[in-house]
């Protein structure tokens, strides 16, 4: 699970200084307060991570279209440094080893850390952007590869606490890195005792590569899709692959559960359910419609149609024939119930298109999938009924099937933009589930509206009334 971010010099952030990541992680704030920035330096890392040039120090076109690097770089300045800075908790310990003692057949692990760190500083010359610094940390050992000072774009390698060995033969420096996270070959080479960081390289690709993502801006839904037979790895960045994900886990009997029993000790899962069933439950808690079907209409399994029934009793009707709220939020369903172990959710406006009271159903889902499986969930939300469902669930510590939520289960934000760039307040919650720093900015001035609306009343009176 990623657990820390800091952006420097990235589009509208001269810094976000540490953002604390959490099982469900939201940003809220004002338009064009870099919020969706934040959500956007990830997807960019899961693109570079997965893009084949490994020349590139930055995949800036993919998921996401950042255009060049100048468009990234704060204030359009090239000359600034992009610092980017990762924390996560890997899902198997990464071995620090002293070569000499395994060599003596003596206790070689140094350190064995589930928590890894990964820095890097971009810069830009005149012909394309290069890696003057990167860093990795397990636990207390850190290792750094650097610009040299000379200009043949030569690296070289230190460790604050390791002691690399050199292969026999001449003390030759390192080459560039791949792309802006990676270890050169040589360095393999090199020293005897660099495994290491192929390993902490391995474990950021693999963080890298959970990261899934759904966009604000929806496909329409169709009467019937076409699909093909392999399984998506998530619905797609505008839902497009959200029926492809359900035909895909109904063939897999891709089952989840709900909730957890009762007590306070040995609490274990109650009985998992069937995908299909679970989102359905969903959409009828949410008061969106009672059941839906998806029926397969050819023999080769590549044409569906999406049927829903909007009470009991009902006649089913299409999917298209419905409000375009069910169709626009059926792809985040499908996406937190799809998603895998250990998988990084990224939401843009989740609430788009749905009724305050959906809005406000559709935070218990997203804890409901943080708190059951090991999902992580970060949105950028506009909505204020998502939040306030977010706090009463804290404040009432448990809800639903015996799901428990604590302060430290979410991490709430407020994005604003400044003369100085945009600034990123945290939102410290209380037990009771209050927000203690609440800014005056946050979703407008309703008591100013307020007060504007009974004076506004009061000279209507006394004008009907001189």
């Known amino acids: 699970m990623l657990t820390g971010l800091r952006l420097q010099n990235f589009k509208t952030w001269r810094d976000t200084n540490d953002i604390k990541l959490s099982p469900v992680t939201a940003f809220f704030g004002t338009n064009s307060s870099g919020k969706t920035s934040i959500l956007q330096s990830l997807l960019m890392l899961r693109q570079t991570v997965e893009d084949s040039d490994r020349n590139q120090t930055l995949a800036l076109n993919g998921i996401v279209d950042l255009g060049t690097y100048q468009d990234i770089v704060f ?13 996560w908790e890997s899902s198997r310990p990464v071995d620090v080893i002293d070569l000499a003692a395994q060599v003596q057949k003596k206790k070689s692990v140094l350190l064995s850390s589930n928590e890894l760190s990964f820095e890097t500083e971009i810069r830009s010359d005149r012909k394309a952007p290069y890696v003057q610094q990167m860093s ?5 050992y850190s290792f750094l590869m650097s610009r040299s000072d000379d200009a043949k774009g030569r690296y070289k390698l230190e460790s604050n606490l390791y002691d690399f060995k050199r292969s026999q033969g001449r003390a030759w420096q390192l080459p ?21 960081l192929y390993d902490v390289e391995f474990e950021f690709e693999g963080i890298c590569e959970t990261i899934r993502y ?30 492809n994900a359900l035909v895909a886990a109904r063939n897999a009997h891709q089952m989840i559960s709900r909730g957890w029993t009762k007590g306070f000790n040995n609490r274990r899962l109650t009985k998992k359910q069937p995908m299909e069933s679970v989102i359905g439950a969903w959409l009828s808690e949410l008061g969106l419609i009672s059941s839906f079907d998806l029926d397969m209409l050819d023999e080769r399994q590549t044409l569906y149609r999406m049927n829903v029934r909007l009470r009991s009793g009902a006649p089913q009707v299409l999917l298209t024939d419905v409000g375009f709220g069910v169709s626009q939020v059926l792809p985040v369903l499908v996406m937190l119930a799809y998603a895998q172990d250990g998988d990084t959710l990224v939401l843009e406006q989740p609430e788009i298109h749905l009724h305050p009271a959906v809005q406000s159903g559709l935070a218990d889902i997203i804890l409901e999938t943080a708190l059951t499986r090991n999902v992580q969930i970060i949105l950028e939300s506009h909505s204020e009924h998502l939040l306030m469902r977010l706090q009463r669930r804290i404040a009432e510590e448990e809800f639903g099937r015996n799901l428990r939520v604590k302060p430290s289960d979410v991490s709430l934000y407020f ?24 800014p005056a900015e946050f979703f407008g001035d309703p008591l ?10 009061k000279r209507r009176k006394a004008k009907a009334n001189p």
């Open 214 to 243: 759904l966009g604000p801006l929806r496909n329409d839904p169709q009467r019937e899709y076409s699909i093909t037979g392999s399984a998506p790895r998530d619905v797609g960045k505008r839902g497009e692959y959200t029926v």
């Open 136 to 140: 990795y940390r397990v636990g207390y």
């Open 415 to 438: 994005a604003k933009q400044t003369p100085k760039g945009s600034h990123l307040e945290r939102l410290e919650i209380d037990l009771f589930g209050n927000i203690v720093n609440w």
């Open 448 to 457: 100013a509206d307020r007060i504007a609306m009974l004076d506004a009343a």
């Open 75 to 87: 204030n359009h300045d090239k000359s600034l440094p992009l610092r980017i800075h990762l924390d």
């Open 176 to 196: 560039e890195p791949v792309k802006c996270y990676g270890f050169p070959q040589q360095a393999k080479v090199y020293y005897q005792n660099a495994s290491v």
